[in-house]
């Protein structure tokens, strides 16, 4: 089982408004197929919006090794 932070980052002040808006927007979706959709979004955003690398930006979202966020 992997650890997921999104659930914290979706709280939290010290992450853009925007990966917050599409954390929640993850976790609130009727469609669990729109899930994937909806972190690959925050992961894409939060990689854009900090220095961090993309390979832990996936990981922060709960996303599994891929492509980068780019």
């Known amino acids: ?3 997921s932070m999104a659930p914290l980052l ?3 002040p ?3 408004a925007s990966v917050r808006e599409a954390l929640q927007a993850a976790y609130t979706v009727e469609r669990p197929e729109a899930r994937a959709d909806l972190l690959q979004t925050a992961a894409r955003l939060l990689y854009s ?3 961090l ?3 832990d930006v996936r990981e922060l ?3 599994p090794d ?3 966020c780019a």
């Open 49 to 51: 919006e900090t220095e």
């Open 66 to 68: 891929g492509d980068c």
């Open 14 to 16: 010290d992450v853009p």
């Open 61 to 63: 979202v709960g996303l």
């Open 1 to 3: 089982m992997s650890l």
């Open 53 to 55: 690398a993309c390979s």
């Open 10 to 12: 979706m709280y939290s």
